[in-house]
Structures are given as structure tokens and as C-alpha cells.
């Protein structure tokens, strides 16, 4: 009987473990996303309210294989305003999202090596099926680190992924497009959606 209680109260703990690291995951996001509309450098004031995302959805929080590009060339990527925005290829991930195995380039900027604070800096720009419907068509954008790449491996969390600010004001910012190479054959339902105003 008391090996009968144990095995309950081990249970127990590992169902309320597994609750609390789902409530904390949702509430760290969460604030994540406070911040981000709190901090926004483009859309200000009530203009905030017209900021919207999915809701937060673990599973689009995914673990992708990394591997190292070997003698990556520099290259301009396009931009909304034709400007030269010299990137290289980092690195290619790979994973499994919505029963779907794809790819994606991790980029470099030429530019922010320069910088000693974004000199590890990554760009993961992307477009999905949800681009031009739900969510800016354009693409969007995910950040990461150099440091985040750990044993050849990267979490990537499209929970964060947010909008070049072209999405918000037309002609007065110059954004990367995602390169064809970074079209998901898929819906990626996370992250931040269409801004609901008339961009002018």
C-alpha cells in the first residue's frame, strides 16, 4: 500500500512539474510579447492595440539541427527599398513542424560584425503559408545569437517571430526580404499577425 501511495504522489509531482513548466512557458511568452508592444519603435500610442498575435503554442517551439556553412559567400539580399544589405549564409537548420521536414538559411550581417554588441547576431527571415493571409506578406523575422547554437543544435520559437516594420509604415523603412530559400511549405501559426491598420 505505501509503495501504491508513492507511486501517486510521484505522479502527482510530475503532473503539477508538467503544468508548471506549461504555465511557464505561456507566461514567460507572454511577457515577451508585453514587452515587445510596450517597446515598439514604430507603432505608438492606441495604434499598440492594432498589434496582434496567434496565441502561444508550444509546439511551435521546435529544436532544429544546425549545420555549419563552409565557405559561404557574401551576398546582397533584396530589400523592400533596393538598398545592399550584404549578408552570408551562417548556417542551415533543419526540423519537423506540422508533420512537414524543412530547411532554413541562418544569415549573417556583413555590417554588424562591426558591432561589438550584434557582432554574434543571426538573422532567421522566413516566409510561410500564412504570409499575405493572416500574417504580413512580406515575411517575418526571428532573432537569434551565435551562442544559441549549442552541440549543433538551435531552439527556434516562432512564438517570437515579429514583423519587419514595412509592415506598419510603407516606403519610409528599407527591410530584407526573405530569400526564396526560406519559404516554409507550411502555416506557421505563431508569432505576429497582420497589423490591423491600413499601411499608408
Known sequence: ??????????????SCNSLWSQKSYGDSLQSYIDGYVKDHQVVKGDDKKLLHFFPIDESYRVVADFEKAKDSKWFSMRTSGGRKDINRVYGIIRFTINDTTVQLNLYQSQDLLNVAKLKDYLFLPFTDLTSGVQTYDGGRYIDLRIADIVDNRVTIDFNKSYNPYCAYVSGKYDCPIPPKENALPVEIRAGEK???KKVE
Do not use: E, N, P, Q
Not at 501511495?5 to 509531482?13: G, K, Q, T, V, W
Open 1 to 14: 500500500m505505501v509503495g501504491f501511495r508513492s507511486f501517486i504522489l510521484l505522479a502527482f509531482i510530475i
Open 194 to 196: 497582420i497589423y490591423d
